[in-house]
Nanobody, 119 residues
Framework: VQLQASGGGLVQPGGSLRLSCAAS????????MGWYRQAPGKQRELVAT??????NYAESVKGRSTISRDNAKNAVYLQMNSLKPEDTAVYYC???????????????WGQGTQVTVSS
């Protein structure tokens, strides 16, 4: 199972970005999916998560970001608006996946995509 993230880049303050992440491999089902970020010198922190019925956001991005998923594509997205310099970080997608033939979930991470907010 692999997670492939994309969509990062350089954006000016106040701008927008949409991050995408798709899971592939021997997937039976995906429970929660989400996005985390890690800024230089800081610990990795939760940005947003989504399950079948709930969305959860960090206070720092609430109201500026929207997480969504496409179950048919095993994908999760993060739309970020009104970006601030403090949003600068490497963003990692995460998924709790049940592989075919197994009856428990494992935790998977994407490779990370850099988001830089700067003028």
């Amino acid at each position: 199972v692999q997670l492939q993230a994309s969509g990062g880049g350089l954006v000016q303050p106040g701008g927008s970005l949409r991050l995408s992440c798709a899971a592939s491999g021997s997937i039976f089902g995906i429970n929660a999916m989400g996005w985390y970020r890690q800024a230089p010198g800081k610990q990795r922190e939760l940005v947003a998560t989504i399950t079948s019925g709930n969305r959860n956001y960090a206070e720092s991005v609430k109201g500026r970001s929207t997480i969504s998923r496409d179950n048919a594509k095993n994908a999760v997205y993060l739309q970020m608006n009104s970006l601030k310099p403090e949003d600068t970080a490497v963003y990692y997608c995460n998924a709790k996946i049940v592989r075919i033939g197994l009856d428990y979930q494992n935790n998977y991470w994407g490779q990370g995509t850099q988001v830089t907010v700067s003028s």
